[in-house]
Nanobody, 123 residues
Framework: MVQLVESGGGSVQAGGSLRLSCTAS????????MGWFRQAPGKGREWVAC????????SYADSVKGRFTISQDNAWNTLYLQMTSLKPEDTAMYYC????????????????WGQGIQVTVSS
């Protein structure tokens, strides 16, 4: 069982930056994907980025590539999402997720989710 708590959201003007954090507690292990997803009002959930905890390898959705950076601390307890050059279309509820042994990077089968945190980007 893994508990995830996001922090760091808020409101920012277009072109600004925010850093989201996700603190994990409970059973943790190194060989899995952790990811960030988002959901805008009236839209489906969208995968944003993932990291494989053991090697630190990362992958990004095209919509955020070059602007967002996913990272983790050395103890695999905290996941980060550094967001720069924010656009109004980045406005959404952002969720961190922890994968299981067979979860893929952008898969829909992440078993553990945080409660979500709002990011609002104004033009």
């Amino acid at each position: 069982m893994v508990q995830l708590v996001e922090s760091g959201g808020g409101s920012v003007q277009a072109g600004g930056s925010l850093r989201l954090s996700c603190t994990a507690s409970g059973t943790t292990y190194s060989n899995r994907f952790m990811g960030w997803f988002r959901q805008a009002p009236g839209k489906g959930r969208e995968w944003v980025a993932c990291i494989y905890t053991r090697y630190g390898s990362t992958s990004y959705a095209d919509s955020v590539k070059g602007r967002f950076t996913i990272s983790q601390d050395n103890a695999w307890n905290t996941l980060y999402l550094q967001m720069t050059s924010l656009k109004p279309e980045d406005t959404a509820m952002y969720y961190c997720a922890a994968g299981g042994p067979t979860t893929s990077c952008a898969g829909s089968d992440y078993p553990y989710w945080g409660q979500g945190i709002q990011v609002t980007v104004s033009s």
